[in-house]
């Protein structure tokens, strides 16, 4: 009784080789330390259960971190969806006011024009399992292929679009320097051709940024559901 208080236990091998791993693998869970006596047979049979045992603690470490980087990867997108989101409506906003033939304020036109939120996820995690090997050890093959697609594609394919939505803010930016001043925000000219330019470059703009979010909503599903299959795994 006091051995067992004390977290004690025995395991009488009664057969030595083979030795019946299973029972002993019953035996040994949730064990901090096992001492072997006589193991001159026992111990070769000991090391693959405790390599094995190593793996399973890093499958496990690895599930709790990588939900980590994930979860701050979703919160980094809801921001994305709602910044994104909201710049379309301005820039919709713009295209409706020059449609009716009236002036964009400048405030206006910077809120429609200026500002992107890029994607960047976090891959430490990720990154250090793949060129270790280790990601090999993750069982459910299921899950280890969606987590490899979800870095290999769909992380990819949201920063390669936003890359690109990006550059082209950039050269409409650049263009605009005929008519828009944007060091000191206010307009150099404001004239019939203007309205003409900005209502071509919102909307070329905005169904850019449609595009994006499109292709950011299809990584939110898929994110989401491997959040929750890891979820599932801790």
Do not use: C
Not at 29 to 46: A, C, M, T, Y
Not at 139 to 153: F, P, Q
Not at 161 to 184: K, L, Q
């Amino acid at each position: 009784e006091e051995a067992a208080r004390l977290g004690i236990t025995t395991y009488k091998v009664g057969q030595t080789f083979p030795l019946d791993m299973k029972g002993f693998h019953d035996w040994a869970e949730g064990l901090d330390l096992i001492v072997v006596v006589v193991g001159i047979v026992l111990g070769p049979q000991f090391t693959p259960w405790n390599d094995d045992r190593q793996d399973r603690i890093w499958e496990q470490r690895f599930y709790r971190e990588l939900l980590a980087d994930l979860e701050r990867d979703a919160e980094h997108l809801d921001d994305i969806i709602e910044f994104q989101t909201g710049k379309g409506d301005r820039m919709r906003a713009a295209i409706e006011t020059l449609q009716r033939g009236d002036d964009l304020s400048v405030d206006e036109y910077w809120a429609a024009r200026y500002g992107n939120n890029t994607f960047f996820p976090a891959v430490g995690v990720f990154e250090s399992a793949l060129s270790s090997g280790k990601i090999e050890l993750v069982r459910d093959r299921s899950l280890r292929y969606r987590i490899m697609n979800l870095y290999g594609h769909h992380f990819a394919r949201v920063t390669h679009n936003g890359a690109i939505y990006d550059e082209r803010i950039v050269v409409s930016a650049w263009e605009s320097r005929g008519y828009f001043d944007s060091y000191n925000r206010a307009f150099i000219r404001w004239d019939d051709n203007v309205r003409q330019i900005l209502r071509a470059e919102f909307s070329f703009l905005t169904r850019e940024n449609e595009i994006y979010l499109e292709v950011v909503y299809g990584l939110n599903d898929e994110l989401g559901e491997i959040i929750s299959l890891l979820g599932d795994k801790g």
